[in-house]
């Protein structure tokens, strides 16, 4: 039973195939234990079924512990950590290393705590700003904080399985933005506070490169969460195909079980056609015995775009090494008083900057707002410099940094009659950025009560129409849906003496909501 558009080789890649892609470093235990589960519908820990376990190759077990209060991590929660990892590569800096050899190693490391805007790492998931997408980058923190992997994660930094570093969740601590931090200030946006395992394998080069656009393009739970499984079984093969028995890949993904043929093609195949019209999959195969009869694996041949992302590496490879070569020259006097921690991209991905010639006219704008008719090319030139280092350097946004300009405009007054200089900006831009989020902050206050209340009034009336879908239904119909729910609930772990008629009933509207969908 094989699917799909045949086998790929390496030497049948058209010269000039181009996909559109954004490589992001991913840390390489949590894409290969089955950290997140492959489904939309959150699922919490049971008396039956209080954690997910997967066993790896090599004898290894691993536990992924979820906290009652939040569920096991989803398909939303792996989105938000695609964007969070985007994050990471652009927060992250280049420090050097000796060997034992002699050798200097440029390592990436992360800032500790990491901070981003909500609407930033929305942006970065690929979805639009809402009431609803807000609540759930909160509680996605939250769910990362609570949940703990037992078992034995790599550890890079003594190159060795550790299974006491899986103890420690990947967000060891966090404080909500508009929250009081430890010092007592306002948390101007989320900070949270990195596993040191993470950050150790990240310094330490553990990492994958993951497509982001090519993660985003996908609709699927289970082709997401297959893309990183198959992107690591076919590499382990050197590009040949990877099999796997379905009992560990529903396990790996977290998903439903089935015995028959029919249920496991039914449940899978969409996610494979997926991944085959994105050319990521070249074919797909449930394999037969002599008699006809499914043994209960299923194989995988790696796609155009799979063998595209391995020419994509190998070439960051190689020019990442000469950058970094470049970057270990002997540093001028100047540089020497530089902060070794300074902003740089990762070698992992070649840096995009933004030209001089942009600096320049903000510069001139600048001044002209404040009186200035005649500029100095000196005074220019250390404008730009002042631009160049706030956004290239420490990674402030050109909105935060017009924000600031702005608030400079505006609040002359506070630095006297004239406005000499940009040295100033640097020292304000903070106060300008919390001042501008508490003058917007009543009005986000504001569309967040209406946002929560329209989505409070339309979940009202999608529950209003299935309870007079409901009651639309013949007796026979309406028993055949409450033996469907009890079925349903019986599967999640639910025991006989919980089956309340609320509980069922509640059942019943979702799976009537999930079948008009």
């Given at each position: 039973?094989?699917?799909?558009?045949?086998?790929?080789?390496?030497?049948?890649?058209?010269?000039?195939?181009?996909?559109?892609?954004e490589?992001v470093p991913?840390?390489?235990?949590?894409?290969?234990?089955?950290?997140?589960?492959?489904?939309y519908?959150?699922?919490?820990?049971?008396?039956?079924?209080?954690?997910k376990?997967?066993?790896?190759?090599?004898?290894?077990?691993?536990?992924?512990?979820p906290?009652?209060?939040?569920?096991?991590?989803?398909?939303?929660?792996?989105?938000?950590?695609?964007?969070?990892?985007?994050?990471?590569?652009?927060?992250a800096?280049?420090?050097?290393?000796?060997?034992?050899?002699?050798?200097?190693?440029?390592?990436?490391q992360?800032?500790n705590?990491?901070?981003?805007?909500t609407?930033?790492?929305?942006a970065?998931?690929?979805?639009?700003?809402?009431?609803?997408?807000?609540?759930?980058?909160?509680?996605?923190?939250?769910?990362?904080?609570?949940?703990?992997?037992?078992?034995?994660?790599?550890?890079?930094?003594?190159?060795?399985?550790?299974?006491?570093?899986?103890?420690e969740?990947?967000?060891?601590?966090?404080?909500?933005?508009?929250?009081?931090?430890?010092?007592?200030?306002?948390?101007?946006?989320?900070?949270?506070?990195?596993?040191?395992?993470?950050?150790?394998?990240?310094?330490?080069?553990?990492?994958?490169?993951?497509?982001?656009?090519?993660?985003?393009?996908?609709?699927?739970?289970?082709a997401?969460?297959?893309?990183?499984?198959?992107?690591?079984?076919?590499?382990?093969?050197?590009?040949?195909?990877?099999?796997?028995?379905?009992?560990?890949?529903?396990a790996?993904?977290?998903?439903q079980?089935?015995?028959?043929?029919?249920?496991?093609?039914?449940?899978?195949?969409?996610?494979?056609?997926e991944?085959?019209?994105?050319?990521?999959?070249?074919?797909?195969?449930y394999?037969?015995d002599?008699?006809?009869?499914?043994?209960?694996?299923?194989?995988?041949?790696?796609?155009?775009?799979?063998?595209?992302?391995?020419?994509?590496?190998k070439?960051?490879?190689?020019?990442?090494?000469?950058?970094?070569?470049?970057?270990?020259?002997?540093?001028?006097?100047?540089?020497?008083?530089a902060?070794?921690?300074?902003?740089?991209?990762?070698?992992?991905?070649?840096?995009?900057?933004?030209?001089?010639?942009?600096?320049?006219?903000?510069?001139?704008?600048?001044y002209?707002?404040?009186?200035?008719?005649?500029?100095?090319?000196?005074?220019?030139?250390?404008?730009?410099?002042?631009?160049s280092?706030?956004i290239?350097?420490?990674?402030?946004?050109?909105d935060?940094?017009?924000?600031a300009?702005?608030?400079?405009?505006?609040n002359?007054?506070?630095?006297?009659k004239?406005?000499?200089?940009?040295?100033?900006?640097?020292?304000?831009i903070?106060?300008?950025?919390?001042?501008?989020?508490?003058?917007?902050?009543q009005?986000?206050?504001?569309?967040k009560?209406?946002?929560?209340r329209?989505?409070v009034?339309?979940?009202?009336?999608?529950?209003?129409?299935?309870?007079?879908?409901?009651?639309?239904?013949?007796?026979?119909?309406?028993e055949?849906l409450?033996?469907?729910?009890?079925?349903?609930?019986?599967?999640?772990?639910?025991?006989?003496?919980?089956?309340?008629d609320?509980?069922?009933?509640?059942?019943?509207?979702?799976?009537?909501?999930?079948?008009?969908?």
């Amino acid at each position: 039973m094989d699917r799909g558009e045949g086998n790929y080789k390496r030497d049948g890649i058209p010269a000039d195939l181009a996909f559109i892609v954004e490589y992001v470093p991913a840390e390489q235990n949590l894409e290969t234990i089955g950290y997140f589960s492959a489904r939309y519908k959150r699922r919490y820990p049971t008396d039956k079924l209080s954690s997910k376990v997967i066993s790896l190759s090599g004898g290894r077990r691993m536990e992924v512990i979820p906290s009652a209060k939040y569920g096991f991590p989803n398909a939303d929660d792996l989105d938000f950590y695609r964007a969070f990892l985007k994050i990471c590569d652009e927060r992250a800096t280049l420090v050097p290393e000796v060997d034992e050899d002699g050798r200097l190693t440029l390592h990436p490391q992360l800032p500790n705590p990491i901070g981003f805007r909500t609407r930033e790492i929305i942006a970065k998931a690929g979805r639009e700003k809402s009431a609803r997408e807000t609540i759930a980058v909160r509680e996605w923190i939250e769910r990362l904080n609570a949940t703990v992997v037992h078992g034995e994660l790599y550890d890079a930094k003594i190159k060795k399985y550790n299974a006491k570093i899986g103890l420690e969740p990947l967000f060891r601590k966090f404080v909500h933005v508009g929250h009081r931090t430890e010092i007592g200030e306002t948390a101007a946006m989320n900070y949270v506070w990195l596993a040191d395992w993470f950050i150790d394998n990240y310094f330490y080069y553990y990492v994958r490169r993951v497509d982001l656009r090519f993660h985003q393009s996908l609709s699927r739970p289970i082709a997401k969460s297959l893309y990183p499984l198959l992107d690591n079984g076919w590499f382990a093969a050197n590009g040949g195909v990877f099999t796997k028995r379905y009992s560990e890949l529903c396990a790996f993904l977290d998903i439903q079980p089935y015995k028959q043929i029919s249920r496991v093609q039914q449940q899978l195949d969409p996610s494979h056609e997926e991944l085959v019209r994105e050319r990521f999959l070249a074919s797909y195969e449930y394999l037969l015995d002599t008699n006809g009869k499914w043994t209960g694996s299923i194989r995988w041949n790696p796609g155009l775009k799979w063998f595209y992302d391995q020419d994509q590496k190998k070439r960051y490879k190689d020019v990442s090494t000469e950058s970094a070569t470049a970057m270990l020259q002997v540093p001028s006097r100047e540089d020497k008083n530089a902060s070794v921690a300074s902003q740089m991209p990762l070698p992992l991905e070649a840096p995009t900057l933004v030209a001089n010639k942009t600096y320049g006219p903000r510069v001139a704008q600048f001044y002209a707002e404040v009186g200035y008719g005649r500029l100095s090319r000196q005074k220019i030139t250390a404008g730009i410099r002042i631009l160049s280092d706030l956004i290239e350097t420490q990674k402030y946004t050109w909105d935060e940094i017009n924000t600031a300009l702005s608030w400079i405009v505006d609040n002359r007054a506070k630095f006297g009659k004239d406005v000499y200089s940009l040295n100033l900006l640097p020292h304000i831009i903070e106060q300008a950025l919390r001042d501008h989020m508490k003058s917007i902050s009543q009005d986000e206050k504001r569309q967040k009560v209406n946002a929560d209340r329209e989505v409070v009034a339309r979940h009202e009336r999608q529950q209003d129409e299935l309870e007079k879908r409901l009651r639309g239904l013949s007796d026979e119909q309406r028993e055949h849906l409450r033996n469907r729910a009890i079925e349903v609930l019986s599967n999640q772990g639910v025991k006989p003496p919980f089956f309340l008629d609320s509980l069922i009933r509640s059942e019943m509207l979702y799976l009537l909501a999930d079948k008009n969908q």
